[in-house]
């Protein structure tokens, strides 16, 4: 019985592995490797006989059982008389001469993640798919890693930012190696893009473009399949390229250059993640620093993955900067950054960030298309390609093009310049950085301005300060003793400073000697009038002050001329109505008879001469009458007196003739546009009255330079009297003219 049950439990055992062995083969059979499957890379390579010393190296880099293997990969395969120039350009025998290290440097960067025909190439994988003939460059396999540099005289282990380091992101991720990328020129892409062969030999001269060029080489044969990916043979070995922050460190023709961004834009950070990584990878105790470029820059030059806002941007575009040679910095240091200051360590760290920052594009920068492109500061590229570039070289992370000459940013060659280099005028740079607009205002060198220009000492001596520990402005009057601080100090010296900025596009005011009236400031923010004579400047505030603005000195810069001055060209805080009331009291005055029908009437207050409706810092035109046109309104019934002889009646009793009073005022002045003789303002403009519904009205203004015309609703013509016009007042001009203005409905 024994031996029965024994036998059938051998019978059912030998059963059940004779059906496992069936299974087995059958499951091997389904996944086994299809017969007509190319071969894998390495035997791909091994099998054609052309590449014998590539596929030396790829053992020797310990690279073949991952490109004997399923992958994804795209390989730049230099064939062996790519090799033989290889040897020979770089002094080497033979495959021999070549190590490990070296073997994994050209063998990872011939490696590219993922598989691509020539025909994907030149497409961009975007987040949301591919977008056609908008890629030049692909990631490869390679990384520099940690590495061992002198830093302030001693050695650390340093790595490179992963990352452009913005405020309040990261500039080190652990984990992203910050792997290569390798620049190609397909026609697709150069075609698309309007670039040719003048781009690709600009960096590659003794190379010619086929339409398939890999850095300096060609593709020899294309598409190659393989099963774990594509290859592409080429006539040239590629080193992995240096990036812009190595390129900076390994090229002496530019050692200013890099001293100056590494002694004042540069920190080297302890990272805890990156020393853990460090550590575990090669078992030793060292610390590791990020090497950190400042945030205030446009990019940094060690990051090889561009912006990352998306994971594969680096793809379809790069940085670019441009370097000046020690030479050409020397000089712009010694004329332009040290004018003023004593040593480089005394300039702003504001001056470098700008300066760098003008040498930077986060865009590469095609050398047939740089008009195309701007700067970090938005300026066009201002350097000329056939003239000014002495070096052009396509690196890892970017283009590179070293020059006989500094980017000429508007920071350093206008009229704002005389102001943000000089340590003088650091009140005035201050408020001109912050925002207020001046700063682009008076930099732009296609445009012409005269600034006029107080010094630190004046402004302070005058109640300006900025206090650093509260961060924010502070003006004292020096007449009562009160203080204002924070937005309404500012803005009472942003009003004095654009009072001294002027546009004047045919050097206006080069020649103060005469005397003359003009507009400040821009259109895009409000200006003001003021005059000059015999050399002196002022403005409705010196006026009431009564005092004058003297010219110390001037520079010239590319965009204008720069005055030093020793007073502010002051706005007056006086009512319109206190200067209506001079004008009127001096002997034989034409504004008599218009300011005591004012001054009659409950539009004015006689305490303080404001005039009901109009707020101080309001732009206004006053239009005022003579005496002889007032006599013609009381003629015509327009205004209360003797119809006969034209004699005004100042103060009549009937609220019917007083409201008549006031609508008549009210027309005469123009709300929210200061006009002058000089052309600028033309057109419709509100006036102070409203109709009893409410409803605006208008007066025409027409100027010309010379000539300035007000015309009414019913088509009356007013003529300004130019020897009794262009009265200063709080952001206003006071005009006499030779008719009076009539609202009709």
Same mark, same amino acid.
């Given at each position: 019985?024994?031996?029965?049950?024994?036998?059938?439990?051998?019978?059912?055992?030998?059963?059940?592995?004779?059906?496992?062995?069936?299974?087995?083969?059958?499951?091997?059979?389904?996944?086994?490797? @299809?017969?007509?499957?190319?071969?894998?890379?390495?035997?791909?390579?091994?099998?054609?006989?052309?590449?014998?010393?590539?596929?030396?190296?790829?053992?020797?880099?310990?690279?073949?059982?991952?490109?004997?293997?399923?992958?994804?990969?795209?390989?730049?395969?230099?064939?062996?008389?790519?090799?033989?120039?290889?040897?020979?350009?770089?002094?080497?025998? +033979?495959?021999?001469?070549? /190590?490990?290290?070296?073997?994994?440097?050209?063998?990872?960067?011939?490696?590219?993640?993922?598989?691509?025909?020539?025909?994907?190439?030149?497409?961009?994988?975007?987040?949301?798919?591919?977008?056609? +003939?908008?890629?030049?460059?692909?990631?490869?396999?390679?990384?520099?890693?940690?590495?061992?540099?002198?830093?302030?005289?001693?050695?650390?282990?340093?790595?490179?930012? $992963?990352?452009?380091?913005?405020?309040?992101?990261?500039?080190?991720?652990?984990?992203?190696?910050?792997?290569?990328?390798?620049?190609?020129?397909?026609?697709?892409?150069?075609?698309? =893009?309007?670039?040719?062969?003048?781009?690709? #030999?600009?960096?590659? @001269?003794?190379?010619?473009?086929?339409?398939?060029?890999?850095?300096?080489?060609?593709?020899?044969?294309?598409?190659?399949?393989?099963?774990?990916?594509?290859?592409?043979?080429?006539?040239?070995?590629?080193?992995?390229?240096? !990036?812009?922050?190595?390129?900076?460190?390994?090229?002496?023709?530019?050692?200013?250059?890099?001293?100056?961004?590494?002694?004042?834009?540069?920190?080297?950070?302890?990272?805890?993640?990156?020393?853990?990584?460090?550590? #575990?990878?090669?078992?030793?105790?060292?610390?590791?620093?990020?090497?950190?470029?400042?945030?205030?820059?446009? =990019?940094?030059?060690?990051?090889?993955?561009?912006?990352?806002?998306?994971?594969?941007?680096?793809?379809?575009?790069? *940085?670019?900067?441009?370097?000046?040679?020690?030479?050409?910095?020397?000089?712009?240091? /010694?004329?332009?950054?040290?004018?003023?200051?004593?040593?480089?360590?005394?300039?702003?760290?504001?001056?470098?960030?700008? =300066?760098?920052?003008?040498?930077?594009?986060?865009?590469?920068?095609?050398?047939?298309?740089?008009?195309?492109?701007?700067?970090?500061?938005?300026?066009?590229?201002?350097?000329?390609?056939?003239?000014?570039?002495?070096?052009?070289?396509?690196?890892?992370?970017?283009?590179? *093009?070293?020059?006989?000459?500094?980017?000429?940013?508007?920071?350093?060659?206008?009229?704002?310049?005389?102001?943000?280099?000089?340590?003088?005028?650091?009140?005035?740079?201050?408020?001109?950085?912050?925002?207020?607009?001046?700063? /682009?205002?008076?930099? $732009?060198?296609?445009?012409?301005?005269?600034?006029?220009?107080?010094?630190?000492?004046?402004?302070?001596?005058?109640?300006? #300060?900025?206090?650093?520990?509260?961060?924010?402005?502070?003006?004292?009057?020096?007449?009562?003793?009160?203080?204002?601080?924070?937005?309404?100090?500012?803005?009472?010296?942003?009003?004095?400073?654009?009072?001294?900025?002027?546009?004047?596009?045919? +050097?206006?005011?080069?020649?103060?000697?005469?005397?003359?009236?003009?507009?400040?400031? /821009?259109?895009?923010?409000?200006?003001?009038?003021?005059?000059?004579?015999?050399?002196?400047?002022?403005?409705?505030?010196?006026?009431?002050?009564?005092?004058?603005?003297?010219?110390?000195?001037?520079?010239?810069?590319?965009?204008?001329?720069?005055?030093?001055?020793?007073?502010?060209?002051?706005?007056?805080?006086?009512?319109?109505?206190?200067?209506?009331?001079?004008?009127?009291?001096?002997?034989?005055?034409?504004?008599?008879?218009?300011?005591?029908? %004012?001054?009659?009437?409950?539009?004015?207050?006689?305490?303080?001469?404001?005039?009901?409706?109009?707020?101080?810092?309001?732009? %206004?035109?006053?239009?005022? @009458?003579?005496?002889?046109?007032?006599?013609?309104?009381?003629?015509?019934?327009?205004?209360?007196?003797?119809?006969?002889?034209?004699?005004?009646?100042? !103060?009549?009793?009937?609220?019917?003739?007083?409201?008549?009073?006031?609508?008549?005022?009210? *027309?005469?002045?123009?709300?929210?546009?200061?006009?002058?003789?000089?052309?600028?303002?033309?057109?419709?403009?509100?006036?102070?009255?409203?109709?009893? %519904?409410?409803?605006?009205?208008?007066?025409?203004?027409?100027?010309?330079?010379?000539?300035?015309?007000?015309?009414?609703?019913? +088509?009356?013509?007013?003529?300004?009297?130019?020897?009794?016009?262009?009265?200063?007042?709080?952001?206003?001009?006071?005009? %006499?003219?030779?008719?009076?203005?009539?609202?009709?409905?």
């Amino acid at each position: 019985m024994k031996n029965k049950v024994l036998y059938h439990l051998i019978f059912l055992q030998l059963i059940i592995f004779t059906t496992s062995c069936s299974v087995k083969e059958e499951i091997d059979n389904y996944y086994a490797r @299809p017969d007509d499957l190319e071969a894998p890379i390495y035997q791909q390579l091994e099998a054609r006989g052309n590449f014998k010393n590539l596929t030396a190296l790829i053992e020797k880099a310990g690279y073949k059982d991952i490109l004997s293997k399923s992958g994804y990969w795209t390989m730049m395969a230099p064939n062996d008389n790519a090799f033989s120039l290889f040897f020979q350009e770089n002094g080497i025998s +033979d495959i021999s001469g070549i /190590d490990s290290l070296m073997a994994s440097k050209i063998v990872k960067y011939a490696l590219i993640y993922n598989a691509f025909r020539t025909e994907r190439l030149s497409d961009y994988q975007s987040n949301v798919g591919w977008e056609e +003939d908008n890629a030049f460059r692909r990631r490869t396999a390679y990384y520099d890693g940690f590495q061992t540099k002198i830093v302030n005289g001693a050695p650390k282990i340093v790595v490179g930012s $992963n990352r452009n380091n913005v405020p309040g992101g990261d500039y080190y991720i652990p984990g992203d190696n910050n792997n290569k990328y390798i620049t190609y020129f397909v026609s697709e892409y150069m075609d698309a =893009f309007g670039l040719s062969a003048y781009d690709y #030999n600009y960096f590659f @001269p003794n190379t010619n473009y086929t339409g398939f060029n890999v850095l300096a080489g060609n593709a020899t044969e294309t598409d190659i399949v393989a099963e774990n990916g594509i290859i592409h043979e080429l006539d040239k070995v590629s080193l992995p390229l240096i !990036n812009l922050d190595q390129k900076l460190e390994t090229s002496s023709d530019y050692s200013l250059f890099r001293e100056l961004l590494e002694t004042n834009l540069v920190n080297y950070v302890f990272d805890e993640d990156a020393t853990t990584s460090y550590r #575990n990878y090669t078992k030793k105790t060292d610390e590791v620093f990020v090497k950190v470029y400042d945030p205030a820059l446009s =990019f940094s030059p060690n990051n090889e993955n561009y912006i990352k806002d998306a994971d594969n941007d680096g793809q379809s575009d790069a *940085y670019t900067l441009i370097v000046p040679e020690n030479t050409a910095l020397q000089k712009f240091i /010694d004329e332009v950054l040290l004018k003023n200051y004593p040593s480089l360590d005394k300039l702003p760290k504001y001056v470098f960030e700008d =300066f760098f920052n003008a040498h930077m594009i986060q865009n590469a920068v095609w050398p047939s298309a740089v008009g195309g492109y701007s700067n970090a500061l938005d300026e066009n590229i201002r350097i000329d390609m056939n003239t000014d570039v002495v070096e052009a070289k396509v690196l890892s992370n970017g283009f590179f *093009y070293g020059t006989n000459k500094v980017q000429e940013s508007n920071l350093f060659f206008s009229v704002y310049t005389s102001a943000y280099l000089d340590p003088k005028f650091t009140l005035a740079t201050r408020i001109f950085n912050d925002g207020s607009g001046f700063r /682009d205002i008076i930099s $732009n060198i296609y445009s012409n301005y005269t600034l006029f220009l107080p010094s630190d000492d004046i402004l302070m001596n005058l109640g300006f #300060n900025y206090n650093i520990l509260s961060s924010q402005w502070v003006y004292t009057s020096p007449i009562n003793g009160n203080s204002v601080y924070g937005s309404l100090a500012r803005a009472r010296l942003l009003r004095v400073l654009y009072n001294g900025i002027v546009p004047t596009p045919n +050097d206006e005011l080069n020649d103060l000697s005469g005397s003359g009236i003009i507009r400040t400031g /821009d259109f895009d923010l409000p200006g003001e009038y003021i005059k000059w004579e015999n050399n002196q400047v002022f403005a409705a505030g010196n006026e009431v002050l009564g005092n004058r603005v003297n010219i110390l000195g001037f520079e010239d810069q590319r965009n204008g001329r720069t005055y030093y001055i020793d007073n502010i060209i002051e706005f007056s805080e006086q009512p319109q109505g206190v200067d209506l009331s001079e004008l009127a009291g001096q002997p034989g005055s034409q504004f008599e008879y218009f300011f005591e029908y %004012l001054k009659n009437s409950d539009l004015y207050d006689s305490g303080s001469g404001a005039i009901e409706g109009i707020e101080l810092g309001t732009p %206004l035109t006053i239009v005022i @009458p003579s005496n002889d046109a007032i006599q013609q309104a009381v003629v015509d019934g327009v205004l209360p007196g003797d119809s006969v002889s034209g004699t005004p009646d100042f !103060n009549p009793s009937k609220q019917g003739v007083k409201d008549q009073i006031k609508s008549f005022i009210q *027309y005469h002045i123009l709300v929210n546009r200061t006009a002058s003789d000089d052309g600028l303002i033309n057109g419709l403009t509100e006036t102070l009255l409203k109709t009893e %519904l409410g409803e605006k009205t208008y007066v025409n203004i027409s100027s010309s330079p010379g000539d300035l015309i007000f015309v009414d609703s019913a +088509d009356r013509i007013a003529n300004y009297i130019k020897s009794d016009s262009n009265h200063l007042a709080d952001r206003s001009l006071i005009h %006499l003219v030779d008719n009076y203005l009539l609202y009709t409905e």
